[in-house]
Each structure stands twice: as structure tokens, then as C-alpha cells.
């Protein structure tokens, strides 16, 4: 790949991520307004500012998240994706009315060091040069997602009988089905791609249907399990561990799924420094995240 269109596709995640945070502050400040008494929804669809808002997050974002991994690939687009959460941390001190600690400062710092590390990683995937209608691709594919399907079930019966840790195990179930919409966005503008370009091979098209069940699948659970965490324990530490899996499971996905060979060895030591400083840094940044996340 052109140093060029990696770089740029490392912008458009960057900004991506951003976007995602600046649409969700400015939603939550709309949302923080309202009177208690009003019926929310009847008047928030004639705010301006929240249909901007619900536009900057879902539609920006999402188009910069969707070229972004076309030019990178999915591995390192969560990690960059993360630095929104230094918007975030920024634009909260308004709405939460409340300063930066010194510790927060130095999360940013840290996150801006991870966020450069995972850049320089160079670890990418040109998925436009991939051919995911490959057997072999497609059953790698469909065994890390079962294997993703069971964790999550062993996790919702064991939170059921240990109340406990069935916050945490709650968040992570949240985290490992982001991390499946991960996975499957891949094969979806994969598809999309395809049958854009007129390509109506019954193949892609079951890849795309397929696709799309997944991705809609994982983001409704995902939703519901970290809406059932937050009943049962602290958003300020369950968003962090939602992110957890949501980081590592890019590099299953590079290595396992895509069989990737890194460039050298200085990428895989930049991508998993990159990794564990945003896991940690997201620890620090995570308490302002789930403040505003839990406003409705």
C-alpha cells in the first residue's frame, strides 16, 4: 500500500473517532437542556442541534469509520478511532461542570502516544485485494465469531448466577459483540464494494445479507448488555472493560482471521504498546465517557 493512502486512511479513522465523540457530547448537551417533565423524543426531533448532532455521529463518523477501514483495513481502526475519546474527555468539562484531573491529563497524553504508535504500526489491510469468498477465509471467519458467540453465552449464564461480577461480565459481553461488528463490517463494504461495482456474484450477495444480520445483531445486544451492566454496577469502570475486547480483538483478526504477516517486528511491538496504552488510558478517560453516555 502507498505510504500516501495509509496516511490518509489513518486521518480518516482519526477524525472518524472524533467525529463520533463531538456528535455524542453535542447530543448529551441537548439532551443535559431538557426538562425532566417533557416527553424526550417528541421534542428532541425539533431540536436542530440534536438532528446535527445524531448527523456528525452516525453519518460523518460512519463514512470516515467505512473509507477509513476500505483504506486501512479493520485492524488498527478501533485503536485510532479511540483518540475520540480525548474530544470527549475535553468537551465533557462543560457539560459535567467539572475540571480535568492531573490524571486525565496524562491519559490524554498517553492516548495521543498510543494513538501514534498504532499509526506507526503500519499494520493494515488492503481488504479491496482480499478475496473473502475464500473458504478457508470463511471458515476462520465463522469459527472466531462461534468462538466469540460462546464466550458470550458462558458469560450471560455465569452472570446470572454471580450478581457479583455480572456488571463486568456484562460489559464485556457489550465489548465482544462491538468486537463481532468489527469483524463482520469487513465483509460487508467487501460486498458492498462488489455489488457497487456490478458484480452480482450469489456469493457476495449471501456475504452481504449475512453481513448486515451480524452487524445489526451485534450493535442491538451490544446496546442491551451495557444499558443491563449500568443498572447492576459503575459506568465509571464498565466502560473501560467494554473496551477491552474492543481492542484486542483486532489483532486476532489481522493475525488468525486475515493471516497477515506484520511488515517487521517493530510493527508488532508499536501495535501492542499502542493497544495497551489506549486499554489503560481508556481506564482514566472512561469515567467521563460513562457520565455522559448514562445521560437521558
Not at 442541534?49 to 453519518?59: D, N, P, S, V
Not at 469502570?237 to 489481522?254: G, K, R, T
Amino acid at each position: 500500500m502507498e505510504a500516501a493512502f495509509y496516511w490518509f486512511g489513518v486521518l480518516l479513522a482519526i477524525l472518524g473517532g472524533c467525529a463520533h465523540y463531538s456528535g455524542l457530547i453535542l447530543e448529551k448537551s441537548v439532551i443535559n437542556k431538557m426538562p425532566i417533565e417533557v416527553k424526550l423524543m417528541k421534542n428532541l426531533i425539533k431540536k436542530p442541534q440534536w438532528l446535527l448532532a445524531i448527523f456528525i455521529r452516525f453519518g460523518v463518523g460512519s463514512i470516515l469509520f467505512i473509507f477509513a477501514q476500505v483504506l486501512i483495513g479493520p485492524a488498527i481502526t478501533p485503536g485510532l478511532m479511540a483518540s475520540g475519546l480525548i474530544i470527549l474527555a475535553v468537551g465533557s468539562i462543560k457539560i459535567l461542570n467539572e475540571r480535568l484531573k492531573l490524571v486525565e491529563f496524562v491519559a490524554i497524553i498517553v492516548m495521543i502516544i498510543a494513538v501514534v504508535s498504532i499509526g506507526l504500526s503500519n499494520l493494515s489491510i488492503a481488504i479491496a485485494e482480499e478475496n473473502l469468498l475464500d473458504p478457508a477465509f470463511l471458515i476462520r471467519m465463522i469459527t472466531t465469531s462461534s468462538i466469540f458467540g460462546i464466550i458470550c453465552t458462558l458469560f450471560q449464564v455465569i452472570q446470572n448466577k454471580y450478581s457479583n461480577i455480572a456488571s463486568i461480565l456484562l460489559a464485556l459481553i457489550s465489548g465482544l459483540m462491538l468486537s463481532l461488528n468489527n469483524f463482520w463490517i469487513t465483509p460487508f463494504i467487501w460486498s458492498l464494494m462488489n455489488l457497487l461495482s456490478g458484480n452480482f456474484n450469489l456469493g457476495i450477495i449471501l456475504l452481504f445479507l449475512v453481513s448486515i444480520g451480524i452487524l445489526i445483531i451485534a450493535n442491538i445486544f451490544g446496546v442491551i448488555k451495557m444499558a443491563q451492566g449500568f443498572r447492576l454496577g459503575r459506568a465509571s469502570y464498565l466502560a473501560p472493560i467494554q473496551n477491552v475486547p474492543v481492542q484486542l480483538a483486532p489483532s486476532i483478526l489481522y493475525f488468525i482471521v486475515f493471516l497477515m504477516e506484520p511488515p517487521n517486528l517493530v510493527s508488532i511491538i508499536l501495535f501492542i504498546l499502542g493497544v495497551t496504552l489506549i486499554i489503560l488510558s481508556s481506564f482514566f478517560l472512561g469515567r467521563r465517557q460513562a457520565e455522559i453516555e448514562i445521560i437521558s
